[in-house]
């Protein structure tokens, strides 16, 4: 089956960095997707990875190995809006999303 | 620019009753999809749509119908509604369905089914 691997909630500092990881297992690859999703609002995309490596959008960063089947999205200088459900998506072999249930990210003052 | 609108934004129906969830998009983009996301668990599709004129069955299309008989719009209905139905259901568009073309959401259906 096909299963995308988030942890459930984090916890972090204003102006910190957070790490937080997805793996998957699906049947092909055609891209990896963050998403963040603040509550009761729609998600908004963040980032996109297709190539192994790092993509750098200002304070956002994402990172994938596909040979490892994992990824993660590195947020610096965290701010308080950031507080927000993280949600990672991997593009599977018929070209559909694949989602995690998202991870929880509580930025403390 | 509107993106993508959703209608209703809420509502309660009774078990047993149809109900369509209405989807409309300005952006002119070919692909349109629907989810549920349920507490818990990731977002999950419903149906989708590659162009105008053809629709797909997702993960869990049971007790689901659309059409897309243009472009633009891409109505979700429920013919006979169970309150296992119950969730927020988005909808959404792509440019297309590969490459790097994300996928941008309406604000989403809170539905309850009693």
């Known amino acids: 089956g096909q299963n995308i691997d988030q942890p459930t909630e984090m916890t972090a500092t204003e102006g910190a960095i957070v790490q937080i990881n997805c793996t998957y297992q699906?049947?092909?690859?055609?891209?990896l997707f963050w998403y963040q999703q603040h509550a009761g609002e729609a998600p908004t995309f963040l980032s996109y990875n297709v190539l192994d490596g790092l993509e750098e959008k200002g304070r956002f960063s994402s990172f994938l190995s596909r040979s490892k089947g994992y990824s993660y999205l590195l947020l610096k200088e965290l701010q308080m809006k950031d507080s927000a459900s993280y949600l990672c998506a991997v593009r599977d072999s018929n070209y559909q999303l694949i989602w995690g249930a998202g991870t929880k990210l509580i930025i403390k003052p | 620019t509107a993106g993508i609108t959703q209608a209703p934004t809420s509502q309660i129906l009774a078990a047993g009753r149809s109900m369509t969830l209405r989807c409309t998009q300005d952006m002119r983009h070919n692909a349109m999809y629907w989810y549920r996301q349920d507490l818990g668990l990731g977002l999950r599709l419903i149906h989708y749509s590659n162009t105008a004129g053809t629709t797909g069955k997702g993960e869990v299309p049971d007790g689901y119908s659309v059409s897309r008989a243009n472009t633009d719009d891409f109505p979700l209905t429920l013919a006979s509604a169970v309150p296992s139905q119950t969730s927020v259901y988005f909808c959404?568009?792509?440019?297309?369905?590969?490459?790097?073309?994300?996928?941008?959401f309406g604000p989403g259906t809170r539905l309850t089914v009693l």
């Open positions: 699906t049947s092909g690859f055609n891209g």
């Open positions: 959404a568009s792509s440019a297309a369905s590969g490459g790097y073309n994300e996928q941008f």
